[in-house]
């Protein structure tokens, strides 16, 4: 067991829908993989599937040795497998520090922890994060107010907060100002490098991708199309077709 | 068998309100708590006409009539401000609508339990073992009856399928021409209506009272959680369960622990429901 | 707003309707003076007063649930009856010990008890009220807080009316007769000033023990339950222990009130008084409503306007009261859903609204 997601044969269909078919991957720890495909693919999908959001119609995952295709959301989010959402999801009545303290860990966690105090450090910590995506001015502001973009990277930093061990990124740079993707990419390398966050990230922008990926599988039609290094999964010419053909 | 047969009949009736409940929840997204108030009201109406010296039968169309008007006041007046709202609000409006309701009834038809007497006579089944109210198969019928109608208006006519489509999808309803608040009034009306029969049935087989509006509701949501929205089949099923299951209660424990089932009865079925979702990985909402 | 900014970071206080702190001590300071001097200023007004903050701990403990965690519970009247009961049944057990031993023969269950005897089986009473509440809280919560939305409403709906029927029904609780609460002693003065008290100091503990709890950990997980569940869930927050934590703290306080409130009635009717689902049931959803929901303060003033408007209907409209209570909820309920404190927010700007967090 070297790699630490192992997805294999995972079907999903809803209805008639087969909208993930079989679907195989794996991603080691530390690494950085993509995952991309045209719209209504079965990207989103996948990612539902892996994190317990429903019910699986076959196939099996696991993540770092434990078996988890059953487990609940919560559960395989405490095992430090957090993803985060396409449409962002954030506390919106809560202020963006409120967001990161209440993101913090509680693995130890007993009844009595409830009670405390939110710990000097966390806040610390939680600061610190909102400085890393930049969010440090606006950290008292209710982040229902905040923009799409600024959601997007609020919903980041308080994965980032949780201390996983693995993220799963629905399309980080979409609905952000074009100017602020690189600042973007610059982020989620750091946050794989220094802190050890093995990233998969569900990239739209080919031009992206193929900058941050070490490796890149390709859905179309809930199948999946190709896997392979940046360079492979360009060339491909059923990738090339499923992008041309699907836009 | 007596008390089968009997909570078969009379879980007719608490499949009618059932199903009225279930198209306003299909179609506006709101759980009317006063369900159970419209039924007592139209109870009351029927045995307002009997102390007219007027046959309570009367009072099915009477009753079916009146509420139809008093529910589409009530859209106008109320209702309406709830669809599209939190449904916090929905529910806590339509729960003060069920208390100001029970209570202008206690005000204005006092609190004493009522009966219409229809004076149908019984009939004596199987060598007298099970004796049946005559009422009750004509409850049974005009339930059902009621219930089929109802079917009928959202099958077949216009307005029927203007209220379906605004179910499945609102704003595409309304994009395509169709008037969704007089559709909503329209929904709302008609579940009115069905509650007042259903009351004239249950002042006839049964008795009414002020305050026992809100057992019809948590009944009707019971059926509702069980059978689903789509069907109607399925409702009249659950709801002649429900009678039985009740009456057999009612039977084994005594009639003062009958209600007190009722409620524990939707607590049980709501956590089994929700058990067996979680199971798949899923949450009842 | 301007306080010392390290102390704003290190933990953010839910701004209530007075901002600053030096101000704001004073005014709570005021407050509580004002709050026990009333009863001795106005002695005709002291029952008036106990309902009054009977009312405040409703509001306070339907708003952990229902406003702070958006978990719209129906039927939190429950804790306050089945406090009710059993206390009352302690107290009976206790009181008609006491008199065998004490005053043999001394006649029925209606004879005085000591004051040191009743305050005792009080005392105990409302330990055993608090301790059942907790109990059936704990797995009951555990397993009703799974259900959401419309499925949790009514459900809890159900289980209060369910409380009712089966108090009504059970010949060990006195069945649709109720108990009677031992008679309070002369010797302890005024009943309704013991209660007064009593009901104020409960009304203060729930009201400080929540302003402590809301600024822990407990305070933020519930409300990220409030604001996005689903979210909270797939962020590997612990959901069901902080909803479990927080309807059981309803509970508590719930109880304590409810056991009293036997105690200052002088005796339990199942569905008036102990499961009183359409009047103290509802009620303390509608205050908590009025004064806004999710806000410290704002079950406390809505408790106030409502318990003044409760008592105006009851003057002069008599038998209409119940009626046009009934009305009030409605239109609370469609024209005011973010009640006052809500209203006073929109009207000073979303900005101050963050603003006002921070302070
Ligand atoms: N909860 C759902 N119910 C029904 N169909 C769904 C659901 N979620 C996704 N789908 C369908 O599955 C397909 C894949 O969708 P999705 O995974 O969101 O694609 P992507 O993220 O690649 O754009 C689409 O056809 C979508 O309509
Ligand atoms: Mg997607």
């Known amino acids: 067991m070297n790699a630490l997601l192992e997805v294999d044969r995972v079907s999903k269909s809803f209805g008639g829908v087969a909208a993930n078919r079989e679907i195989s991957l794996s991603v ?15 990207k989103t999908t996948l990612f539902n599937s892996i994190v317990g959001h429903h019910p699986l119609d076959a196939g099996s995952v ?13 559960r395989i989010a405490r095992l430090g497998l957090l993803r985060t959402f ?24 007993h009844g009595g922890v409830l009670l405390r105090r939110v710990p000097a450090a966390v806040t610390e910590r939680a600061e610190g994060l909102l400085e890393f995506v930049g969010l440090a001015a606006l950290r008292h502001h209710r982040a229902g107010s905040l923009s799409f973009g600024q959601q997007k990277l609020l919903e980041f930093a308080m994965a980032l907060m949780f201390r996983p061990k693995m993220l799963l990124l629905d399309e980080p740079t979409a609905g952000i100002n074009p100017t602020l993707i690189n600042g973007m ?42 896997a392979g290094t940046p360079e492979e999964v360009r060339n491909d010419p059923r990738v090339v077709e499923a992008y041309l053909g699907g836009e | 068998m007596q008390l089968l047969l009997d909570g078969l009949l009379v879980g007719a009736i608490f499949a009618l309100a059932a199903y009225g409940m279930a198209l306003v929840w299909g179609v506006m997204n709101i759980i009317n708590v006063a369900q159970g108030e419209l039924v007592i009201l139209g109870g009351f109406l029927t045995w307002w006409l009997t102390t007219l010296g007027i ?6 169309p009477l009753a079916g009539a009146v509420l139809f008007a008093f529910g589409w006041l009530l859209y106008r007046t109320v209702v309406h401000r709830l669809v599209d709202r939190d449904l916090f609000v929905s529910l806590l409006a339509t729960f003060g609508l069920s208390i100001l309701l029970q209570q202008l009834m206690n005000q204005v038809f006092g609190a004493d339990i009522r009966n219409a007497n229809a004076g149908l006579g019984s009939t004596y089944l199987l060598g007298d073992g099970v004796v049946l109210a005559n009422i009750k198969l004509v409850a049974f019928a005009v339930a059902l009856a009621a219930a089929a109608g109802l079917l009928l208006v959202l099958r077949r006519s216009r307005a029927g399928r203007a209220i379906r489509a605004t179910s499945q999808n609102a704003r595409a309803a309304r994009l395509m021409g169709v008037r969704t608040d007089r559709v909503y009034a329209l929904a709302f009306a008609l579940n009115a209506a069905v509650c007042g029969i259903a009351g004239a049935l249950v002042a006839m087989v049964w008795v009414v009272h002020p305050f026992i509006g809100i057992t019809y509701t948590v009944r009707s949501f019971v059926i509702v959680v069980v059978a689903g929205l789509g069907n109607i089949a399925p409702v009249v099923i659950s709801g002649a369960a429900l009678g039985d299951a009740e009456n057999i209660t009612g039977f084994l424990l005594g009639a003062e622990f009958q209600t007190a089932f009722v409620f524990l009865l939707l607590v049980v079925i709501l956590l089994l429901r929700s058990y067996l979702l979680s199971r798949r990985r899923q949450v009842l909402r | 707003m301007s306080t010392s900014a390290n102390a704003a970071r290190q933990e953010a206080p839910r701004g209530g309707p007075l901002s600053g702190a030096g101000p704001r001590r004073l005014g709570l300071a005021v407050l509580a003076a004002a709050a026990v001097a009333a009863p001795f200023v106005a002695p005709g007004l002291q029952s008036q007063m106990a309902v009054l903050w009977v009312m405040v701990v409703l509001a306070l403990t339907w708003d952990v649930v229902g406003g702070q965690m958006g978990y719209n519970s129906f039927g939190n009247i429950v804790f306050f009856g089945a406090g009710m009961y059993a206390s009352a049944v302690v107290q009976r057990a206790l009181s008609l010990n006491a008199q065998e031993t004490t005053t043999a023969g001394a006649g029925g269950a209606e004879a005085l008890l000591a004051p ?12 055993c009220a608090a301790l059942v509440a907790v109990l059936v809280a704990l797995p009951l919560g555990a397993s009703i807080l799974r259900l959401r939305g419309h499925y949790f409403a009514i459900c809890t709906l159900g289980l209060g009316v369910a409380a009712g029927e089966i108090a009504s029904a059970w010949d060990w609780l006195g069945a649709g007769s109720g108990l009677v609460t031992p008679l309070f002693p002369e010797a302890l003065g005024n009943r309704n000033r013991f209660f007064c008290f009593y009901f104020l100091a409960l009304a203060g503990a729930c009201f400080a023990v929540l302003k402590l709890l809301y600024r822990r950990r407990f305070g933020l997980l519930i409300n990220a339950i409030r604001d996005d569940e689903d979210k909270a869930e797939a962020m590997g927050l612990p959901t069901i222990r902080a909803k479990v934590v927080a309807w059981s703290v309803a509970a508590f306080f719930l109880a304590l009130a409810g056991g009293a409130y036997g ?11 102990a499961f009183s689902g359409a009047t103290f049931g509802v009620w303390m959803i509608l205050m908590a409503i009025m004064g806004g929901r999710g806000t410290l303060w704002g079950p406390i003033l809505g408790a106030m306007v409502f318990h ?4 105006l209907f009851w003057t002069f409209l008599l038998g209409w009261h119940r009626v046009a209570m009934g009305l009030l909820i409605v239109v609370i309920v469609t024209f005011l859903p973010d009640g006052i404190l809500g209203w006073v927010r929109e009207r000073r700007g979303g900005a101050a609204l963050a603003e006002g967090r921070r302070a």
Do not use: K, W
């Open chain 2, 55 to 60: 046959h309570p039968l009367f009072g099915i």
């Open chain 1, 62 to 74: 696991a993540f770092d040795g434990t078996r988890i295709e059953r487990m609940t959301v919560p």
């Open chain 3, 116 to 127: 040191i005897q009743y305050l005792g089986g009080l005392g105990l009473g409302l330990a």
């Open chain 3, 263 to 273: 105690n200052f009635i002088g005796f339990i009717d199942p569905l008036d008084i």
């Open chain 1, 86 to 109: 396409q449409q962002t999801r954030v506390y919106g009545a809560m202020s963006c520090v409120e967001n990161m303290q209440v993101s913090a860990p509680h693995r130890t966690a």
């Open chain 1, 185 to 226: 990419i610059d982020r989620l390398v750091r946050a794989n490098a220094e802190l050890g966050v093995t990233l998969l990230v569900i990239e739209h922008n080919m031009r992206v991708v193929m900058n941050l990926a070490t490796h890149i599988y390709c859905l179309a039609h809930g199948r999946l199309l190709a």
């Open chain 1, 28 to 42: 080691p720890a530390g690494a950085v993989h993509g995952l991309i495909g045209p719209n209504g693919s079965g």
């Open chain 3, 308 to 311: 003044v408007t409760q008592e």
